[in-house]
Nanobody
Framework: QVQLVESGGGLVQPGGSLRLSCVAS????????MSWARQAPGQGLEWVSG????????QYADSVEGRFTISRDNAKNTVYLQMNSLKPEDTAVYYC??????????WGQGTQVTVSS
């Protein structure tokens, strides 16, 4: 069955960096767009970034544009989210999802990112 397993979250100081990874299995990864979304405490789900199946198209939420970079390695069935210049407001559970933005049909369990001094 479809599985998406995120890793790489943790506690980081403001201004720091983290790289999230999501390993996919149970489907042909290379033909699907992928995305990341996040949910902060007490908030709704926020779309963060999406990447096309071949990796040639990427898009970001205004709140992370210029600080986060999404990428993928189809040979490793993995999608990444490089997060730089982290801010306390980036604190959230981050979810890897199959689909770009409105066509989501699977997601992982999430990984916690906490930005605090």
């Amino acid at each position: 069955q479809v599985q998406l397993v995120e890793s790489g979250g943790g506690l980081v100081q403001p201004g720091g960096s983290l790289r999230l990874s999501c390993v996919a299995s149970g489907f042909t990864f290379s033909i699907y767009a992928m995305s990341w979304a996040r949910q902060a405490p007490g908030q709704g789900l926020e779309w963060v970034s999406g990447i096309s199946s071949g990796g040639g198209r990427t898009q970001y939420a205004d709140s992370v544009e210029g600080r986060f970079t999404i990428s993928r390695d189809n040979a490793k069935n993995t999608v990444y989210l490089q997060m730089n210049s982290l801010k306390p407001e980036d604190t959230a559970v981050y979810y890897c999802r199959r689909g770009y933005r409105t066509d989501i049909d699977a997601w992982g369990q999430g990984t916690q990112v906490t930005v605090s001094s």
